[in-house]
């Protein structure tokens, strides 16, 4: 949850909502819509899934 650490509590950031969730064995997703102090909105999102990430972290191994 990469996303949900940097913005919580950031200065720059008047507000966040989750838009959607959704959880497996392994993994998550979720889309956020952050609002800015400055008024502009971003709209977020962040996947992760366990076995995908440890198939990438064997493929970039160096040997």
Do not use: C, P
């Not at 200065?11 to 997703?29: I, N, R």
């Not at 999102?45 to 990430?53: G, K, P, W």
């Amino acid at each position: 949850m990469l996303i949900l650490k940097l913005i919580n509590g950031a200065d720059f950031v008047a507000s966040y909502e989750v838009l959607d969730y959704k959880q497996w064995s392994g993994g998550f997703y979720y889309k956020l819509s952050i609002v800015f102090k400055d008024s502009s909105v971003l709209f977020a999102r962040e996947y992760v899934d366990e076995l995908q990430h440890h198939r990438i972290k064997r493929t970039n191994r160096i040997n």
